[in-house]
């Protein structure tokens, strides 16, 4: 999830292109309303940190509250980071840097979902 489209689309590319099954939204309210009313049928949650209204990391939080087990990836920009106790304390498993690499993604969803 991204506010971007663009970004959006080419990540649900890649991961269609890896064979994932994907849900994409472009506003944290939105996939936390869907989040919420599917919880069940989501097996990983990949975020951006900089998103308007809410950001990654609360999404994460917020997620996390319904469904603990949930495993979550969140996007970042070099000065988005935010400190790994924290991150992991919000249910934020691993961090992908941007600009994402298809590999990248392919080993962090590989090793996360494990």
């Known amino acids: 999830m991204d506010d971007d489209q663009a970004i959006v689309y080419i990540v649900k590319q890649m991961l269609e292109n890896l064979g994932y099954n994907v849900t994409a939204k472009y506003s944290s309210m939105d996939a936390l309303a869907h989040f919420s009313s599917q919880r069940n049928h989501f097996d990983l949650v990949i975020t951006d ?66």
Do not use: C, H, V
């Not at 950001?55 to 319904?66: E, K, N, V, Y």
């Not at 996007?75 to 590999?103: C, N």
């Open 49 to 114: 940190m900089t998103m308007p209204k809410m950001t990654g990391d609360i999404l994460a939080q917020r997620i996390s509250q319904m469904r603990p087990d949930i495993p979550i990836i969140l996007f970042t920009g070099y000065g988005d980071m935010i400190a790994q106790e924290k991150a992991k304390a919000l249910g934020i498993r691993a961090f992908l840097m941007k600009p994402l690499q298809t590999r990248d993604l392919a080993r962090t969803i590989r090793e996360i979902l494990k």
